[in-house]
């Protein structure tokens, strides 16, 4: 087999762009948009018990909370929000005023109305 009958993938104009890293991206660009809440709530990293968090903002792809617990981006976290299961989601961001996390799977829409619905920002 000769290179001249390799098939190569036609290059598109995006793949000239430097790559940018999800985190700046996430920043940037969010792909839903974020509801202020003030949601009592727990989380618990891997190995660890859970503790009391207050998530601050939400949207289908993600949230933020107070949590002041030291985490790095990429760390797995799970989120028990009332009346549903721990969510799996992963540390984007953390400083000062909080951390921020992209869930797993996608909240879906209806559940994410209810909770802008029953706890208002503060």
């Not at 949207?59 to 799996?88: K, M, N, V």
């Not at 992209?102 to 029953?118: I, P, T």
Request: aromatic share 6%; proline share 7%; charged share 20%.
């Amino acid at each position: 087999m000769t290179d001249s009958m390799v098939r190569r993938p036609a290059r598109s104009a995006v793949d000239s762009l430097p790559a940018m890293p999800y985190a700046i991206a996430a920043e940037e660009d969010r792909c839903a948009v974020r509801h202020r809440l003030s949601i009592p709530a727990r989380m618990r990293f891997s190995c660890s018990s859970s503790f009391p968090v207050k998530v601050m903002d939400m949207s289908i792809a993600g949230f933020s909370c107070d949590a002041l617990l030291q985490a790095h981006p990429g760390t797995l976290c799970w989120l028990t929000l009332p009346g549903l299961g721990a969510l799996e989601a992963e540390v984007v961001r953390h400083d000062p005023e909080g951390m921020g996390c992209a869930f797993k799977n996608m909240l879906n829409q209806a559940v994410l109305d209810l909770f802008v619905q029953k706890y208002p920002a503060e």
